[in-house]
């Protein structure tokens, strides 16, 4: 059997690229594996599909080269050996287990494609940067060129996941997205493959946390862009036992909302209202916390709480679980501050007209040690009354003068009161991120195994705890 090489790529979830890989040692048996980086699809530090795909072709050994995406398992050797076997015909310039109709022609896809890389390097061709998967270098193939394209029923041998790219670890693993199109798929071609097999889930890696925050803060500025609503939710440990408490145990309800300072109740009526206040503030955020996410480089955190780990079954009876549900890391404040990473709020801020919402004027205090240059900076101080009703009525009173119109975007901390103001702001219309305690630069005795300040208290960095899963596949 001829040898080939084996182009693929690094982008999105890890476990996109940690399972296809598991897949190959399983089932194949290449002369060689190249991939390449192209983790941001919409980043400003993205390179091209395109010029990534001819540099690595240029770059294998072999004649036969096997492009495959990232999302893909190969799960039997069947298709590779019909493909190695068709191409022995040396005027056959690929074979595709994809197509889609292009300029009222069905032409191949890249997403499982073995080519002869010597027709590919000897006609000119490439696949082109401008986001056409390579259909101009089928077309010139077929049609200048002469060469045969071939076809190959994918079978039970490949299964497809189809723009995993851009689903994160959430879509992927917490809402099971990748296992219930599988499942799926199994049953349409009769499959005995297992899941696990070749996707172990070991949590998020650091680049996975960087990806997320990067779409959150860039779906944020769009929304700052386009003047649409946006808001993020962080319940973290105390409003998820709150939660729980409304749902499952009443009494400690009770005690919770009067007694804690946090959250500093006039009354159990009020509590309550507040309460289903927030579900249904829950329900049209943009992105909202979910502890899973600690898991992976997070991992000192994941399930330290019982009430943590009860998280879908508090979720699932306040009905804010769909399919339009977007998660966040419970540490997405301290997370938009790191760094390294490619997009934080600094980056946001810049130019911008902001609102900060909290007790004290942090913000304003941040702008002093590092400037972000905001065009404005105003603040609404809530209170810390020892009276509660006091609290309260500041909270209530905060949307008499608030124009949504007005500001970019507003930054809240402040508990359930601040995650009150939240719902609020974004029904009417205006752009809020739950900052929480991260604007303080002083990670508490739970967040300081994760977080650390850095940079005269501006910055954090992580405390990467990402244990790799196997990645063998025995």
């Not at 056409?132 to 270098?137: H, I, L």
């Not at 209170?383 to 209530?396: K, Q, T």
């Not at 970019?408 to 719902?423: A, N, P």
Request: proline letters at 3%; a negative charge.
């Amino acid at each position: 059997m001829e040898k080939y090489s084996i182009v693929t790529q690094k982008t999105g979830c890890h476990l996109l690229f940690d399972s296809l890989i598991r897949s190959i040692k399983k089932n194949l048996k290449p002369n060689e594996i190249l991939s390449y980086e192209n983790r941001f699809i919409y980043s400003k530090t993205n390179v091209a599909h395109g010029i990534c795909i001819n540099e690595k072709i240029q770059e294998a050994k072999n004649r036969l080269t096997l492009l495959l995406d990232h999302d893909m398992l190969i799960l039997d050797s069947e298709i590779i050996d019909r493909m190695i076997k068709e191409m022995e015909d040396e005027n056959v310039f690929c074979c595709t287990a994809f197509s889609y109709p292009f300029d009222e022609e069905v032409l191949p896809t890249p997403q499982c494609i073995m080519i002869n890389r010597d027709l590919f390097l000897k006609n000119g061709i490439g696949f082109d940067c401008s986001g056409n998967p390579g259909w101009d270098s089928f077309k010139k193939a077929k049609h200048i060129f002469n060469q045969k394209l071939i076809e190959i029923n994918p079978g039970k041998s490949v299964f497809h996941l189809e723009k995993g790219s851009r689903l994160p670890y959430y879509e992927l693993i917490l809402k099971n997205v990748w296992k219930n199109r599988f499942e799926s798929w199994k049953k349409i071609v009769k499959s005995d493959a297992i899941f696990e097999d070749y996707v172990i889930d070991d949590g998020m890696d650091l680049l996975d946390n960087e990806w997320l925050v990067f779409r959150v803060l860039s779906d944020l500025n769009d929304c700052i862009i386009r003047r649409k609503s946006f808001s993020t939710m962080r319940l973290g440990d105390l409003g998820l036992r709150y939660l729980d408490d409304y749902f499952f145990n009443l009494k400690d309800f009770t005690h919770v909302g009067l007694e804690h300072p946090d959250l500093a109740m006039p009354s159990d009526e009020i509590g309550r209202k507040l309460i289903e206040e927030l579900i249904e503030n829950m329900k049209i955020a943009d992105y909202i916390d979910h502890p899973g996410l600690y898991k992976g480089t997070l991992g000192d955190l994941f399930g330290w709480r019982g009430v943590l780990n009860r998280v879908e079954e508090i979720y699932n009876k306040a009905g804010i679980i769909s399919n339009s549900t977007k998660y966040c890391s419970s540490l997405q404040g301290y997370l938009s501050f790191v760094l390294k990473f490619e997009l934080n709020l600094y980056d946001i801020m810049k130019g911008r007209k902001i609102l900060f919402v909290g007790p004290y004027d942090s913000l304003s205090h941040l702008n002093q040690k590092r400037p972000f240059q905001p065009k404005e900076l105003g603040f609404y101080r809530l209170s810390l009354s020892a009276d509660h009703n006091r609290r309260y009525e500041v909270m209530n009173d905060f949307t008499k003068n608030f124009d949504p119109d007005y500001w970019d975007f507003v930054l809240v901390t402040g508990s359930l009161y601040g995650r009150t103001i939240i719902g609020r702001i974004k029904r009417m219309g205006g752009r809020v991120f739950d900052l929480g305690q991260a604007i303080g630069f002083n990670p508490n005795n739970i967040f300081e195994p994760s977080v650390r300040q850095i940079e005269n208290h501006t910055y954090y960095e992580v405390i990467d705890h990402f244990k790799s899963g196997e990645k063998d596949g025995k």
